[in-house]
């Protein structure tokens, strides 16, 4: 198959692409920054855009003429004051992708969406019917709630059109993203060797999230390529990680603090240019729902290999030991590099992107 990929440098693209490469297929990627030519990023057609810029649209339908399928995985999780980049990126860019595909005559195309569009479910576990209107307090959400609605409408008025997928995954982690994990998340002043000497886990003693091995998750999109799939496919690994679950890789004690105190003490931190972590974040890991995979498993033939607990442990690893690939999107963290860049560029939640 000639299969196009969007945001194919990133996370999950860099899982797909050693997924896919070896099996006959035309693999051409769509990113900012195209990678070198080593690893999973070898024998890639690369093509540099920002889905997020001008005239995206006519530069996306040469690239994705002539494709068996498009997989759309780009996104964007900073700079996290930018909303405007952000809603560009995601709202913007999804809408391109699917006028292109639809204008190009793509049969299928493999949306990446998330949990984070669920509407919240405290701990229940939720199939595929469950609603999509997200939380209204963090743009990801918002942002993911805006494409399913772009998808909604696509498929509502081109019934014999594009056909679509829509994958669901909880956080989805592996190894590789640890130094990326990082930069998004953490102080640039704090070196990643820290996370081996956490005294204490300052969180709610209610959280529990969904998570999945990257692996996984690209083994999930392979299949749902392979077979030509259409729908929802709600993907995680057992065991839901828990606040004490993530007290017991790090080997820190947990102490239990109340998510509104989290949630201000986050809050004032992105405010003032501490942290860069948008503070809705903590409010969708308290909102989001646990979910039922019955439906990946039985129609797709999918079940993780990885549980969550291993998949916890490897990504703490990874953030630790700064691990990373040679995409500029999942390249090393230092301390010396993240601060150089905030002294050239200012904080990542505001800098304007290269």
């Not at 060797?193 to 969904?210: C, G, K, M, Q, W």
């Not at 999945?212 to 749902?224: E, S």
């Not at 040679?326 to 601060?339: C, G, H, K, M, W």
Request: glycine share 10%; with cysteine.
């Amino acid at each position: 198959m000639r299969i196009v990929i969007t945001g194919a440098s990133g996370n999950v693209g860099t899982a797909l692409l050693r997924r896919l490469s070896g099996h006959g297929h035309e693999l051409l990627g769509v990113c900012r920054r195209p990678p070198g030519d080593a690893g999973p990023y070898a024998g890639v057609g690369w093509t540099s855009l920002d889905l997020a810029g001008r005239g995206v649209l006519d530069a996306l339908r040469p690239v994705v003429r002539g494709a068996d399928a498009v997989v759309h995985l780009a996104w964007g999780f900073q700079p996290s004051r930018d909303v405007n980049y952000l809603d560009r990126l995601g709202v913007g860019g999804t809408r391109a992708v699917i006028e292109a595909v639809q204008a190009e005559g793509v049969p299928h195309l493999v949306h990446m969406s998330s949990v984070g569009a669920y509407s919240p479910g405290g701990q229940e576990r939720v199939a595929e019917a469950w609603p999509t209107e997200g939380i209204d307090s963090l743009p990801y959400s918002r942002e993911k709630v805006a494409a399913e609605r772009l998808l909604d409408d696509h498929e509502r008025r081109r019934p014999d059109g594009t056909a679509v997928a829509r994958m669901r995954p909880g956080l989805i982690v592996q190894r590789d993203a640890g130094s990326a994990l990082l930069r998004y998340g953490v102080p640039a002043l704090l070196p990643s060797a820290l996370l081996r000497h956490v005294p204490v886990l300052p969180l709610d003693e209610d959280l529990v999230v969904p998570i999945v091995h990257t692996d996984d998750v690209a083994d999930a999109f392979a299949r749902v390529l392979d077979q030509r799939a259409t729908g929802a496919f709600n993907l995680a690994a057992d065991p839901p990680v828990t606040r004490d679950l993530i007290a017991e890789v790090l080997g820190a004690r947990p102490v239990h603090v109340p998510k509104a105190a989290l949630r201000a003490a986050a809050d004032l931190a992105w405010r003032a240019g501490l942290q860069p972590l948008d503070p809705g974040w903590i409010d969708l890991a308290f909102a989001i729902p646990l979910m039922d995979c019955t439906r990946a498993r039985t129609e797709l033939g999918w079940a993780p290999t990885v549980d969550a607990r291993a998949a916890l442990t490897q990504v703490v690893e990874g953030m630790a030991d700064g691990a990373s690939t040679s995409s500029p999107a999942l390249r090393p963290r230092t301390v010396f590099a993240e601060v150089s860049a905030l002294l050239r560029r200012g904080n990542i939640a505001t800098r304007t992107l290269p």
